[in-house]
């Protein structure tokens, strides 16, 4: 009897201490504009936490993501070039004008922006996991927003500190998060639907 009962016990004891991967996404779209885009630059992202790779990593993890999505990306050296001619100051900070005028240079019809919130190395006791947060958008040539996602995500593992066993390396889950708030973007979808 006791066997029996442990064979059901402990497999719900163990879900209950599974608890991995805790989140939230939020996000923002205008269909009828999404439709349009076909070629994007992907702009350097902000970066606001201490690594100071981590906007580098999240905006190359981006294109990589846009790409398999099929959609046309302008190379990052060329983004680059053009923001320098243009004299944006640290590459984030764009006005109406600006984005008009790498819109024709690059010719895309739109653009991505991000920031890279979050992204840390969090500690409890001896168990560490990486903490990550993301805000991805994609603006059309005017500056409107037209998709936005922002969100955290924690790779806290109950089972994973009571067992000892190793986390998620901090630059997979940057990459894991990034991939996961542009899940949500989806133009190809979107041309099917009037």
Do not use: H
């Not at 779209?29 to 906007?55: E, H, T, Y």
């Amino acid at each position: 009897m006791k066997k029996l009962l442990m064979v059901f016990i402990l497999p719900i004891f163990l879900c209950g201490c599974v608890a991995t991967t805790q989140g939230n996404i939020s996000y923002f779209l205008k269909p009828k504009s999404i439709k349009r885009i076909k070629r994007v630059a992907v702009l350097p992202f902000m970066n606001l936490s201490l690594d100071k790779f981590a906007g580098g990593r999240a905006r190359d993890f981006v294109i990589t993501a846009l790409l398999e999505k099929g959609i046309d990306v302008v190379p990052k050296g060329e983004v680059d070039r053009e923001i320098k001619r243009l004299g944006v100051p640290g590459g984030f900070y764009f006005d109406v004008n600006d984005l008009r005028v790498l819109a024709e240079v690059l010719k895309v019809n739109g653009f991505v922006q991000g920031s890279v919130d979050e992204y840390k190395l969090e500690r409890r006791g001896t168990y560490s996991y990486p903490v990550v947060a993301l805000t991805i958008k994609i603006l059309d040539t005017n500056g409107n927003v037209i998709w936005q996602a922002s969100g955290v995500k924690s790779y806290y593992s109950t089972l994973g500190r009571l067992l000892g066993l190793k986390t998620v390396d901090p630059i997979i889950a940057l990459q894991k998060f990034c991939y996961e708030l542009l899940e949500t973007f989806n133009p190809q979808e979107l041309k099917g639907k009037k």
